[in-house]
């Protein structure tokens, strides 16, 4: 076991007014090596691998609707930037190579490197992003001692203590010494800051601040250890690269929380090492709201309550007055552990996904089924096809679907909608599109007042084991005849009403979708080449789903 909880302190007396850092009660005890892998410019280098252009050296941009979505570190040294538009890149470098991500032509259930794709008309597919991934977390897995936890589509953290263990033996065994720092000389060292550090105690007010760590021992045999983690780190991303073709960078520390903060410092295709000793001397500086869980509102009240904005700011103060701020002891402790580097989590197992979602918001907001059917054509045969791969890798098959859909974009992507139903076997497009069509129908002829659809969003959740030799396409479901069954049709026929099974799902439940129109920053609207609808009072009804009931799950 790593450790327990706070017997293990190193130093953990004030620190005197002139800033000497009390003598560090070191503990000995068996630190791991975690390490946090991203990859550099991650849909830039999918496509520039794909168009043979060099990603290292010639400045490319990947561009969605307008703005850049991934920006390459050539370009990035012209001083080009995330979300700018295409145009100011071009006006910075006017040679500069992009592209555009692929997409969906609606009514298409295909996705295209379209020429020149219209946001009313097309929608993003992340399909290229999503398969390239898994073949690095392919790899990342392929290590033997090597524990891997997902972070996002190109981030993993790796808990590579065993085969470090492993690989630092094996050194001595081939060489006959122990592995030293120039045995690694690849990896780049977080800075010593000790005087920087020395030089802020000495700043800090009369009252002292609390000094204390939570690092492990900076003995011989633990850096060592990191070293030889090092070694390992260096092997997986040689290995992303001579298979795939991929440049990654990554941070190396005894937990999650520092590994991420440093994997980004020498961007891009390096990687960077803290020993336990410098854990301070990083982070009395380091904004605390960059820290993992200090983003949202945790971060926004103690920077409010506490009047400051980085770690070094937070050592001020107890875990009483941290609480004062934050109202909870728990979350008090959590956070003045966290700001003094610690992080005990071990790596959470490979998250699977609880549902899968495909959804897009489109303009003019229209009633007109025959548009509505072509979006839903798009989003069934993409979900169809991620289901497949997903339910493949995870043995796993899903027993829901639910259909959102809504008429103020994604500002409430289900005002209008919101249903689910048993997942139809086979799972093909044809079906899920058949049901979103049914349940819209109905929406539309059984309101009062005219709806205007502009986002319909399609989701598969539920997911459960497969048995054996089942397929996530036609594993044993309801099928879809028994979707709608007979009923007298009636001029009172009840309204559908708005349903939210999906609504306790968190955020961080869903998987990514295609959120094309999330990730990016929007631009003003584009007039649309569909159809535009009709005036409330010369609109066509379409006619009502003859014999048809939506059965509800129970
Ligand atoms: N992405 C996106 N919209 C965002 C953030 C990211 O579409 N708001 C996509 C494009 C990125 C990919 O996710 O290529 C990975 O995100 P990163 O934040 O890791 O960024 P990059 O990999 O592009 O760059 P870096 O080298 O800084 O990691
Ligand atoms: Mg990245």
């Known amino acids: ?45 999918v496509e520039a691998l794909r168009l043979g252009i060099d990603f290292r050296s010639d400045p490319y941009v990947l561009v969605q609707w307008g703005n850049l979505i991934a920006v390459n570190y050539p370009a990035r040294r012209l001083g080009i930037g995330r979300f700018e538009t295409i145009r100011d890149a071009v006006a ?47 790899i990342f897995g392929s290590f ?32 006959g010494r122990h592995i030293t720092q120039d045995d690694v000389a690849y990896t780049k060292v977080c800075p010593n800051r000790d005087e920087d550090l020395k030089q802020f105690l000495q700043c800090q007010d009369s009252g002292g601040v609390h000094v204390e760590t939570f ?40 937990n999650k929380m520092l590994s991420k903060c440093i994997s980004a410092l020498f961007k891009p295709n390096q990687q960077t090492l803290l020993y336990p000793e410098g854990t301070l001397g990083f982070l009395f500086d380091f904004k605390f709201s960059k820290l993992r869980m200090f983003g949202g509102k945790l971060g926004q009240s103690i920077e409010q309550g506490l009047h400051g904005t980085t770690c070094g700011d937070l050592w001020r103060y107890d875990v009483d007055a941290i609480n004062s701020v934050v109202g909870d002891k728990e979350t008090a402790a959590f956070v003045y552990r966290r700001v003094r580097g610690d992080d005990v989590d071990t790596l959470a197992p490979r998250s699977i996904s609880k549902s899968l979602l495909a959804q897009k918001v489109f303009s003019p907001a229209t009633d007109d089924i025959a548009v509505l059917r072509m979006w839903f054509v798009v989003l069934a045969q993409e979900l169809v096809e991620r289901l497949q791969v997903f339910g493949e890798e995870f043995n796993m098959c899903g027993r829901v679907l639910n259909i959102k859909l809504g008429g103020s974009g994604l500002g409430d992507a289900s005002d209008i909608g919101n249903k689910s139903f048993p997942l139809p076997t086979p799972t093909t497009a044809d079906a899920l599109t058949s049901v979103a069509l049914h349940y819209t129908s109905i929406v539309i002829n059984n309101s009062t007042s005219r709806v205007l659809i502009n986002c319909v969003s399609v989701t598969i959740s539920d997911f459960r084991k497969m048995q054996q030799h089942e397929d996530p396409l036609s594993a044993k479901q309801q099928t879809l005849d028994k979707f709608f069954r007979k009923r007298p049709r009636s001029d009172s026929a009840p309204r559908v009403e708005k349903e ?35 005036n409330s009072t010369s609109r066509k009804r379409h006619p009502a789903p003859v014999d048809v009931e939506v059965i509800e799950l129970d």
């Open 92 to 138: 910075k470098c006017p040679d500069i190579k992009h592209s555009h991500v692929p997409t969906y032509e609606v009514g298409n259930p295909d996705y295209e490197y379209h020429p020149n794709p219209n946001k009313g008309t097309h929608k993003v597919s992340l399909d290229p992003y999503r398969r390239a991934s898994k073949k690095i977390f392919d």
């Open 144 to 175: 033997p001692g090597v524990l891997v936890e997902k972070g996002g589509v190109d981030e993993a953290y790796l808990d590579v203590t065993e085969a470090a263990e492993a690989f630092a033996a094996d050194f001595v065994a081939q060489n």
């Open 1 to 45: 076991m790593y450790r327990s909880v706070f017997s293990l302190l190193l130093f953990s007396t004030r620190s005197d007014v002139e800033g000497n850092l009390p003598p560090p009660r070191w503990v000995l005890m068996h630190g791991r090596v975690i390490c946090h892998v991203d990859l550099d410019c991650f849909y830039a280098q």
């Open 500 to 534: 939210t099974v999906q609504s306790s799902l968190k955020p961080d439940d869903q998987d990514d979708g295609d959120d094309d129109d999330v990730l990016i920053i929007e631009r003003p609207h584009v007039a649309s080449p569909l159809k535009p609808v009709v």
């Open 215 to 254: 690092a492990p021992a900076p003995t011989p045999e633990y850096h060592r250890l990191l070293q030889a983690g090092c070694a390992v780190v260096m092997s997986i991303r040689d290995k992303v690269r001579s298979e795939l073709g991929y440049d990654c960078s990554a941070g190396v520390s005894h």
